[in-house]
């Protein structure tokens, strides 16, 4: 009888643990994947590419989980906040965000955007002379902070 190994499955969490594993190790993961990325290895590049993926999967299985916590109005219809401040963006997905956009969207000041960069809450990196930040790690930090 001759070995043959199974093939690997893919891991299937549910949308609370996704939101648990985000508000917790959100930024770790989002860390590692830039540095893997970064690697002159294909195999961590690849791999830097499934932690995106299955971050970016994360967040929303999270999102559509806590909509259908949020409350409801007498009417029936569903009161759910706005994590985009109401403004759809038109650029492309991974571009990222200003410092200044970050700090309006928060209600804080661009400097604090850049202590939260230094302090590695949010990933961001010079373009020039103007910081962009990075969306998903905007909406891991928004998903780490809001209340359970």
Do not use: C, K, N
């Amino acid at each position: 009888m001759t070995y043959r190994p199974r093939p690997y499955l893919p891991a299937v969490i549910g949308p609370r643990v996704s939101l648990r594993i985000v508000r917790h190790f959100g930024i770790e993961l989002e860390h590692l994947a830039r540095e893997l990325a970064r690697s002159p290895d294909p195999d961590a590049r690849d791999d830097a590419a499934e932690i995106h993926a299955g971050i970016a999967q994360m967040v929303e299985s999270a999102r559509q989980w806590r909509e259908r916590q949020a409350p409801t109005s007498v009417d029936g219809s569903a009161e759910v906040p706005s994590t985009s401040g109401g403004s759809e963006s038109t650029r492309p997905p991974g571009s990222g965000v200003t410092t200044g956009e970050v700090a309006e969207q928060f209600g804080i000041t661009a400097r604090q955007v850049r202590y939260l960069v230094a302090a590695g809450r949010l990933v961001g990196h010079r373009r020039g002379r103007t910081w962009v930040i990075d969306e998903a790690s905007v909406a891991l930090y928004i998903e780490a902070r809001r209340p359970a």
